[in-house]
């Protein structure tokens, strides 16, 4: 068999010819095409859950690279091969290789491809992973051999490049101007296939954010857009959106041309789950109650229990299998299962009858979470905890809300407790304020008594800082009574620093300094540094109203001290404001200058809206 000189396609190709085009991925192909090329690099496996588009990636990879293989290009389907020994048997049969009962398989397999600079595409190597030590044994022995792999799996060998296919580009933005919502992947991918279907298609005006949102539910995966776009010749995009949210069964009807496991989105997922072991089923199927990202921390704690295996060396197995997606974020890694995968979970786990057990281990791992998080958020280190919150801040929501609707009380309060101020403090006002009436109109409890106090002071300091005063004022005398009668002292001096501010404001201002004088005290004899500084900061406020410019500037000065001896920042920030202000009414530019700069980076610190 001859070879072609370099810069032409060689005279072996054999490779299935794609139908269509294929939309975007052109980052993907140079990258890869960079990462072949290198004289280090032998063996490259395309990872990624499926659907992404590996097989596809791979065949245009392969087609553009083509010329630099003068001895070949050959694109081997592993789908139906299900022993791991049929791998060079597979191989021969594509490259064609005649061979007889005069010398093994392996040994006719590896003197055909010794003396040819070629490359192969093994595509579907998932399933028969044990059949990884021959590849190995192909590149040791073939030195102008390159090895292309697709697998949900990385094969664990040495010499092995991951690339971990991403899902399709997605817009960050659903009000991008028509033209430049068309060129995103992922958009493009939906209507090219719409059309296909439906080739009189014409979209309504906002019909392209639809179609946008239904790609972000689909998390840009190629497999699922294709189905989902299928739909488009019966359902107008409103009404495909809708029909997402009742599961997997709407991404069905695939090309018949296309393997059994790629007609559907859940066989496609199910090929993946079968693979696993029952103890990675399990991990698998209890990993759906997370609802955005997670860290390895919750995982472990709320889905390992009864597990054979480490819980992390599970996840990390679920990573290597490309069911569980990883990214990071704020200099920690994070975890995900892609929207598809977790309802395919959450169908597990419903067949489980695990459900219930999940939900309950979820809503005690964040409740405790909270729990903390009352007391941290006035301490020195309220910045990681604030930046902690926000990155659970979709399971919080959801603990929140099945507390809620399990009328769990004492879960309940415990997490209006401990998250109104990371509520007011990221700007969650209306979010706050609708699970805070939901949890104060809740029955009483014996044992949530204190916390139903707490919770009913964060819903009347949301209300107030969202400018509802009367409603405040109304909240905050239900609290005072409320912590009178359970000697609550730190809520006994906070609702009265609350209805002092609404007293302040319509101008009662003596009895607003009695209000604010009896708290002083209450705090001052508890000495909480921190709180003693709400005090003085509230009183400064009041004094500077009355015209007494010097004493707001002792009791502001006073105050910052305070909070910086407690390292409350978001009380240095306040209290830096008033200093600011008071500044510039006596004409002291730089001192307002320095105190608006300290604000401004205390705020930044704690990503105070």
């Known amino acids: 068999m001859s070879s072609a000189r370099e810069g032409r396609l060689p005279s072996l190709m054999r490779m299935p010819i794609p139908l269509s085009p294929m939309v975007g991925r052109d980052r993907e192909v140079a990258e890869l095409r960079e990462l072949l090329f290198r004289s280090d690099v032998r063996l490259v496996t395309l990872t990624g859950p499926g659907g992404v588009g590996k097989t596809r990636l791979a065949l245009e990879l392969a087609t553009q690279v083509a010329n630099r293989f003068p001895g070949g290009v050959a694109f081997v389907l592993l789908a139906s091969t299900n022993d791991p020994d049929q791998i060079l048997q597979s191989i021969a049969e594509t490259l064609e290789i005649p061979f007889g009962s005069d010398r093994s398989i ?99 005006d906002g019909e392209l954010g639809t179609i946008a949102a239904i790609c972000r539910k689909l998390d840009g995966l190629p497999l699922a857009i294709e189905l989902a776009a299928a739909r488009m010749r019966v359902l107008s995009p409103e009404e495909l959106l809708a029909r997402l949210d009742g599961g997997l069964s709407i991404l069905s009807g695939g090309r018949r041309d296309a393997p059994a496991r790629q007609q559907t989105m859940r066989a496609t997922i199910e090929w993946s789950h079968d693979l696993l072991t029952p103890d990675e089923q399990a991990l698998l199927r209890r990993l759906a109650i997370f609802s955005g990202d997670w860290a390895i921390e919750p995982a472990e704690a709320i889905c390992g229990n009864g597990l054979e295996f480490e819980p992390f060396d599970g996840i990390a197995s ?55 998080a009352e007391q941290e958020l006035v301490q020195a280190d309220q910045a990681e905890w604030i930046e902690l919150l926000e990155m659970e801040h979709d399971d919080l929501r959801e603990a929140t809300r099945y507390a809620i609707e399990s009328r769990n009380v004492v879960a309940a309060t415990a997490l209006g407790a401990g998250l ?129 410019i010097d004493e707001a500037l002792r009791l502001f000065t006073e105050s910052y001290e305070l909070y910086t001896r407690s390292g409350h920042r978001h009380g240095i ?37």
């Open 106 to 204: 392996q040994e006719t397999v590896l003197t055909y491809l010794r003396p040819r600079r070629m490359l192969l595409v093994l595509d579907n190597f998932e399933h028969i992973l044990d059949a990884a030590p021959r590849v190995s044994r192909l590149l040791s022995t073939s030195a102008f051999l390159k090895i292309v792999v697709t697998s949900r799996s990385v094969l664990r060998i040495d010499g092995e490049h991951e690339f971990e296919v991403p899902p399709l580009a997605l817009p960050e933005d659903d009000n991008l101007a028509p033209d430049a919502l068309t060129s995103i992947d992922a958009i493009a991918l939906f209507l090219q296939q719409a059309r296909a279907v439906a080739p009189d298609l014409e979209l309504a």
């Open 318 to 372: 679920l990573v290597d299998k490309s069911l569980v997606r990883q990214r990071r974020r704020r200099n920690t890694i994070r975890l995900r299962l892609l929207g598809t995968i977790r309802e395919f979970a959450w169908e597990q786990l419903q067949a489980a009858g695990e459900v219930e057990m999940i939900r309950e281990r979820h809503l005690d791992y964040f409740t405790t979470m909270a729990t903390r």
């Open 420 to 548: 109104w101020r990371y509520w007011e403090q990221r700007g969650y006002l209306a979010e706050g304020v609708h699970l805070l009436q939901a949890i104060v109109s809740l029955p009483e409890v014996p044992d949530a008594e204190h916390t139903m106090t707490r919770a009913i002071f964060g819903l009347g300091r949301l209300a107030f800082v969202h400018g509802e005063m009367a409603e405040a004022e109304r909240v905050f005398d239900i609290c005072l009574v409320r912590a009178e009668r359970l000697n609550d002292e730190p809520y006994i001096a906070g609702s009265l620093t609350q209805l002092a501010h609404i007293t302040a404001r319509r101008g009662d201002f003596d009895l607003a300094w009695q209000r604010y004088q009896r708290a002083y005290e209450i705090r001052r004899n508890r000495d909480e540094l921190w709180a003693v500084g709400v005090s003085l900061h509230s009183m400064g406020s009041l004094a500077r109203r009355r015209g007494d």
């Open 573 to 609: 920030g306040q209290s830096s404001v008033e200093l600011a202000e008071t500044a510039l009414i006596v004409g002291d530019l730089p001192l307002a200058r320095r105190y608006i700069d300290i604000a401004i980076n205390e705020a930044q610190a704690i990503d105070d809206r």
